[in-house]
């Protein structure tokens, strides 16, 4: 089942050179908002990225930082520094000065490449990086004038299956994220198995995607997966919203929806929702966080679409645990991709019985290579051909598998294991709750007990203590006592990391 990916292939040329020697050139590759452009096109301006960023310094294996919108300049420059040989490293445009100054000094980036929106915090933020030696500026006159001079042809260089071809980062909510080192041959083993197997992508297929460009998700979702079969992504700079979406949804008539349970919510809970047009979507995909029984049924019910939640991790890049179109469990992630091991094992790594929860344990040829100067770390999880999450599931009688949080998520109430999972599940039952998140805060003993903290649709200030007693009761009559919330808090939104998850480390903390 293990794809035979040959010694020395380039990302680059797996994704985009082989469409023009197949005979793809002239295939619609991306749709933006300014406006649609072929394979041959996209080549084109990698070629010229590749060679501005060659002679602005940088060598192969060096560090390219990518900070911008999402557009054909971005897929241009994420091909162009792949086909150098250097590593790419995504970052959110929006990042904080003292954020860029992190990621800068920490990856050693030896160019940045951004738009004119970010320019000035980045330039700022670059004063105190050595190792960098230009900010390149799209829409400035110096890079425009660079890449119009630039040859349209360009050698990709050869590197090795096991050169690193992208930097991920982990989406902890504690400390600075960490560098998760990832090889051109993980990114295409993914592809293989899971884009082109189980989810059976085509040069037919549209994508959109809800997350942008530099999450990594999206980074295979909507360029990497679509891209190797010639298929077509769109492409949009503006913040993602519902209107935004079903915007798109209606003008381009996507086959295949990246998204994400916040989404899922909000464009389940808009006002127009029972009026949209979903039927060209063959498959929406949902990943980043645990997708609810309850947000399952909730798109079910409007939009009758099939929504696959998958699990997947930057250690063992993208998806390797989904929901298929022919089989979906709601409520599940459904189970491992033909090619990938999973397990679930104690905290000695010996594999526990089906219907205990245990920490995942997964197999397979897209493991990383390490974390960047985390050895310490590295050893912990990266266990031979293994890698050991912290990530606690259960694997059921008929083989699929359930999210219960990671390890310092789950809770231990009275001696007994609680998923906060099941408690969100149960609160989001109640039609006036928005959103929810369950922790653990310790009591004046010093006990954990849950705590739950919701967004509620509607709810004035001055009723949400009433509420909050509402909720609590709703869940004691559906929960054993001892998962019901201690106490409920209701919010007017919930804090999000800089991948727009949850934070639940500043729950704690509230």
């Given at each position: 089942?293990?794809?035979?990916?040959?010694?020395?292939?380039?990302?680059?040329?797996?994704?985009?050179?082989?469409?023009?020697?197949?005979?793809?050139g002239e295939r619609r590759a991306l749709i933006t908002d300014t406006g649609e452009y072929t394979y041959a096109e996209v080549q084109r301006r990698a070629n010229r990225f590749a060679a501005v960023l060659h002679g602005a310094g940088v060598d192969p294996e060096q560090r390219v930082l990518i900070a911008m919108s999402d557009s054909v300049d971005w897929v241009a420059a994420f091909?162009?520094?792949?086909?150098?040989?250097?590593?790419?490293?995504?970052?959110?445009?929006?990042?904080?000065?003292?954020?860029?100054?992190y990621f800068l000094g920490y990856t050693r980036s030896k160019v940045v490449v951004t738009?004119?929106?970010?320019?000035?915090?980045?330039?700022?933020?670059?004063?105190?990086?050595?190792?960098?030696?230009?900010?390149?500026v799209l829409g400035e006159d110096n890079l425009t004038r660079r890449l119009a001079s630039a040859s349209d042809a360009f050698e990709t260089f050869k590197t090795h299956r096991d050169d690193a071809a992208l930097w991920l980062f982990s989406g902890g909510t504690t400390g600075r994220p960490k560098g998760v080192v990832q090889t051109h041959r993980s990114f295409i083993n993914t592809t293989e198995l899971y884009a082109k197997g189980s989810l059976s992508y085509s040069e037919a297929d549209i994508t959109l995607s809800v997350p942008k460009l530099f999450f990594g998700y999206a980074t295979g979702s909507n360029l990497i997966f679509p891209f190797s079969v010639g298929a077509t992504s769109v492409l949009f700079a503006e913040k993602s919203t519902a209107e935004a979406i079903f915007a798109r949804i209606a003008k381009h008539r996507p086959s295949i929806l990246i998204n994400v349970p916040t989404m899922v919510h909000q464009m389940t809970s808009h006002g127009d929702a029972a009026k949209q047009d979903l039927s060209s979507v063959r498959a929406t995909t949902s990943?980043?966080?645990a997708l609810s029984e309850e947000l399952y049924r909730r798109w079910q019910k409007l939009f009758g679409v099939p929504l696959l939640d998958g699990l997947g991790t930057a250690e063992m890049w993208h998806i390797f645990l989904t929901n298929t179109v022919s089989e979906?469990?709601?409520?599940?992630?459904?189970?491992?991709?033909?090619?990938?091991?999973?397990?679930v094992c104690d905290d000695d790594g010996r594999e526990l019985p089906r219907g205990e929860t245990g920490f995942l344990w997964v197999r397979g040829d897209s493991r990383a290579i390490a974390y960047w100067h985390e050895m310490d770390k590295t050893r912990q999880v990266f266990r031979g051909e293994w890698y050991a999450s912290r990530d606690m599931v259960r694997q059921d009688e008929d083989g699929f598998f359930h999210y219960c949080g990671r390890d310092d998520d789950m809770l231990k109430?009275?001696?007994?294991?609680?998923?906060?999972?099941?408690?969100?599940?149960c609160l989001q039952q109640h039609s006036n709750v928005a959103e929810a998140a369950v922790v653990g805060v310790?009591?004046?003993?010093?006990?954990?007990?849950?705590?739950?903290?919701?967004?509620?649709?509607?709810?004035?200030?001055?009723?949400r203590a009433s509420f909050a007693e509402d909720l609590r009761a709703f869940t004691l009559e559906r929960l054993e006592p001892y998962k019901a919330p201690r106490q409920v808090v209701v919010l007017e939104a919930m804090p999000r990391t800089h991948l727009g998850k949850i934070d639940r480390g500043q729950l704690k903390k509230m």
């Open positions: 089942m293990t794809p035979n990916i040959p010694e020395f292939i380039n990302l680059a040329d797996y994704c985009l050179d082989a469409r023009i020697r197949d005979g793809q091909f162009g520094a792949l086909k150098l040989g250097a590593a790419v490293v995504m970052a959110n445009p929006g990042l904080k000065k003292d954020e860029i100054e738009d004119l929106a970010s320019a000035a915090v980045f330039r700022e933020a670059a004063a105190t990086a050595p190792t960098l030696r230009e900010v390149l990943a980043g966080e979906v469990r709601p409520g599940s992630l459904g189970r491992a991709v033909p090619g990938f091991d999973v397990r109430v009275g001696g007994r294991w609680l998923a906060p999972a099941e408690v969100e599940n310790p009591d004046a003993q010093g006990l954990v007990k849950p705590w739950a903290y919701v967004v509620a649709r509607s709810c004035p200030v001055e009723a």
